[in-house]
């Protein structure tokens, strides 16, 4: 079975700065997709970044890139330049390649922005 | 993006009554859809997954009869949540599947919040 892990429940960061959240995850499957979503206080999901696990490259868009590590199974974001609109909730999650594969989430980490 | 609504936002019901939950995609057609529930500050639990035309698969303890899925058309999925009683109230969030491009991406409504009283 898959499963996805945060091992950190809450994190802070300055703004300005820069903060990496972790993410690990367990599969069988060769071809997936990893993913970090975003739901701030509206509570409305976001999608932050995918990552095809075929890729070698790491997925990046403007502020936000992974760590995508496959042999180790880990997955990481980094925010950087951190502002006080990306405090929110933040998910890992792994879908197999493939149609009506369900997400597999992790059970999110809690970003706060400090001004 | 491709943009996901459910309808209503939020409701208040009386115990023992049903409510029904209307997802739609509004600018691509979706085969499948999901339905999630979600408690304060926990993350995303998956209920069934729907299919346009035909019956939803329920995740394991979820009570098909207590949560009916009809998917009827291809942009758009209803919960009803029937009998409901105060501890079904929760945040309800669907998503849609859009199989257009490569990496069939899944797309979010805004959630629906429900009070049982």
């Known amino acids: 079975a898959q499963t996805v892990t945060q091992s950190q429940p809450e994190m802070s960061v300055q703004e300005a700065e820069t903060v990496t959240l972790s993410c690990t995850y367990d599969t069988s499957e060769s071809d997936y997709y990893l993913f970090w979503y975003k739901q701030p206080p509206s509570r409305q999901m976001i999608l932050v970044i995918r990552q095809e696990a075929y890729k070698q490259q790491n997925a990046t868009e403007n502020r936000f890139s992974v760590n995508f590590q496959k042999a180790a199974k880990s997955f990481s974001l980094k925010i950087s330049d951190s502002q006080l609109g990306d405090a929110a909730m933040y998910f890992c999650a792994t879908r197999n390649a493939g149609n009506n594969r369900k997400l597999i989430w992790g059970l999110g980490t809690s970003l706060a922005v400090n001004p | 993006g491709a943009v996901v609504s459910q309808h209503p936002s939020w409701v208040i019901c009386k115990s023992g009554t049903s409510v029904k939950i209307e997802c739609r995609s509004l600018?691509?057609?979706?085969?499948?859809m999901f339905w999630y529930r979600q408690f304060p500050k926990q993350s995303l639990m998956l209920m069934a997954t729907?299919?346009?035309?035909?019956?939803?698969?329920?995740e394991q303890g979820v009570e098909k009869d207590k949560f009916l899925i009809n998917h009827a058309s291809l942009t758009l999925s209803t919960l009803t949540v029937t009998s409901a009683h105060p501890e079904d109230s929760s945040f309800y969030i669907c998503?849609?599947?859009?199989?257009?491009?490569?990496?069939?991406?899944?797309?979010f409504g805004p959630g629906t919040r429900l009070t049982v009283t």
């Open positions: 600018d691509f057609q979706a085969t499948t």
């Open positions: 998503s849609a599947r859009d199989f257009t491009g490569a990496a069939h991406e899944q797309y």
């Open positions: 729907s299919n346009e035309g035909s019956k939803a698969t329920y």
